[in-house]
């Protein structure tokens, strides 16, 4: 039995390790085809979406089949349960990654909107965020799944302060209304990636330590 359940749960493992890098890879495509306006990886980011909602579905039924017919407990509890929400929260990711790249297809037929916006490294923080949630999943990495929590500041700060940049735009450059809009809304879903990738740490947090983090003060991620 208790080989078996091993078994299942490494396999559980892959699948949700297959997942992160499909998802992470859209996200990679969709912030690449806004910053370099091509429209063809926009349209691949859209494209394989229908393959992260079907891995989502699949990686459900397994966590609900173990937990049917093998009722773990203790750290092989904790990993099924936060892998049901880590899955949750991949499947998210992939939306938001497609709502970005269809925010490419608008942008890259319209004449490009400049804005004093450091969008590269916005980008690039929410990235490394997610990429760093899913490394602590992966090596179990308590020391990196911290990092991530404590990095969703930045992220937040930087989103309020395109949206004053955008409003600014609106006024000077009213006929550019929807582009700008557009590009509020990329980071808006930056915001959330963001978000997304800080619940995927806490989630590993709890797997690991069997204590759920969520609302915590922010000094507790430096401990």
Do not use: W
Not at 78 to 92: M, P, Q
Not at 98 to 107: C, F, Q
């Amino acid at each position: 039995m208790v080989r078996h359940l091993q078994r299942e749960i490494d396999g559980l493992k892959k699948k949700i390790l297959t997942l992160s890098a499909i998802v992470e890879d859209s996200v990679h495509k969709a912030v690449k085809s806004i910053a370099e306006r091509d429209l063809k990886l926009a349209n691949k980011v859209i494209e394989t979406d229908p393959e992260i909602d079907q891995m989502e579905v699949d990686v459900e039924e397994e966590c609900l089949k173990i937990l049917a017919l093998n009722q773990p407990v203790a750290i092989d509890l904790r990993f099924i349960i936060a892998v049901l929400k880590i899955n949750n929260d991949l499947e998210r990711i992939g939306d938001l990654a497609v709502n970005i790249a269809e925010r490419g297809v608008y942008l890259a037929t319209k004449e490009k909107v400049d804005i004093p916006f450091d969008f590269p490294r916005m980008s690039e923080l929410s990235q490394s965020m997610l990429r760093k949630s899913l490394d602590s999943l992966v090596n179990l990495d308590l020391k990196l799944a911290r990092e991530v929590a404590v990095s969703d500041d930045e992220i937040d700060a930087m989103h309020r302060q395109m949206y004053s940049q955008v409003q600014e735009g609106i006024l000077q450059n009213p006929q550019r209304i929807d582009c700008l809009i557009n590009l509020l809304a990329v980071s808006r879903q930056l915001e959330r990636i963001a978000d997304h990738a800080t619940n995927i740490a806490e989630d590993v947090i709890y797997m690991i330590e069997g204590e759920i983090v969520r609302h915590k003060e922010e000094g507790f991620y430096s401990h």
